[in-house]
């Protein structure tokens, strides 16, 4: 069975503070995909990253980055310089091996909510 | 801007009423979610579609809940009756494969409550 864990339940940084937020998960799948979604107050759903479980290397976009480490099962995503509008919940999310050509189910973590202060 | 078009944005009903969301996906996507997102919870998958065929609903309470896909522009997910436990933001989301993967959208949500 597949299964997302986000330790981290709230975090709270002062704006332009650097902040990680952790994702470790669990799969027999030997191809998945990780996914980060950001949920702000106004609670939609918004598709941040998608990353391929055979392609290890990291990303960034902007002040976001984000390191897919397959040996400690883990995918963290880190704002740089955070800013007021990164105050959200984020949710890392993982599914399974895409075989038919369609898109297969997520599995979520619990989400980390994000507090960033002036 | 293609983006999942979830109607109605908020609803309150009474105990008992029978409650319809509906959900248009993105134009090409051929899988559709159904996910609810409670406090006690989180996010969890009610059901999904695959080419307008339901590929899974173990996580829908069957004897109240329904989801269909009348054609490949509309999803729906019916609660009759409702009950108060069923408050909660239900979300539409679709999705199509390719060899890369898949990337899944959401919709605003549906904000359900019954009291």
């Known amino acids: 069975a597949q299964k997302v864990t986000q330790a981290q339940t709230e975090i709270s940084v002062v704006e332009k503070e650097d902040v990680t937020l952790d994702c470790v998960y669990e799969?027999?799948?030997?191809?998945?995909?990780l996914f980060w979604y950001k949920q702000p107050p106004s609670g939609e759903l918004v598709f941040l990253i998608r990353?391929?479980?055979?392609?290890?290397q990291n990303e960034i976009s902007g002040r976001y980055s984000w390191n897919f480490q397959k040996s400690t099962s883990s995918f963290n995503f880190t704002i740089t310089a955070s800013q007021v509008v990164d105050s959200a919940v984020y949710f890392c999310?993982?599914?399974?091996?895409?075989?038919?050509?369609?898109?297969?189910?997520?599995?979520f973590g619990t989400g980390t909510r994000l507090q960033v202060t002036l | 801007d293609a983006r999942v078009t979830q109607t109605p944005r908020h609803k309150v009903t009474e105990m008992g009423q029978e409650v319809t969301m509906r959900c248009q996906p993105i134009?090409?996507?051929?899988?559709v979610f159904w996910y609810r997102q409670t406090m006690m919870q989180g996010l969890e998958l009610l059901a999904y579609?695959?080419?307008?065929?339901?590929?899974?609903d173990s996580g829908m309470p069957k004897d109240r809940f329904s989801a269909e896909m009348p054609d490949a522009t509309l999803a729906t997910l019916k609660i009759q009756p409702s009950e108060p436990r069923d408050s909660a933001v239900y979300f539409c989301?679709?999705?199509?494969?390719?060899?890369?993967?898949?990337?899944?959208?959401f919709g605003e949500g549906s904000w359900l409550t019954v009291v």
């Open positions: 989301a679709s999705g199509s494969g390719s060899y890369a993967g898949n990337t899944i959208y």
């Open positions: 799969t027999r799948d030997t191809t998945y995909y």
């Open positions: 990353r391929n479980s055979f392609d290890e």
């Open positions: 999310a993982l599914s399974e091996e895409n075989r038919s050509g369609t898109a297969s189910k997520l599995t």
């Open positions: 134009l090409g996507h051929n899988t």
């Open positions: 579609f695959r080419n307008r065929a339901p590929l899974d």
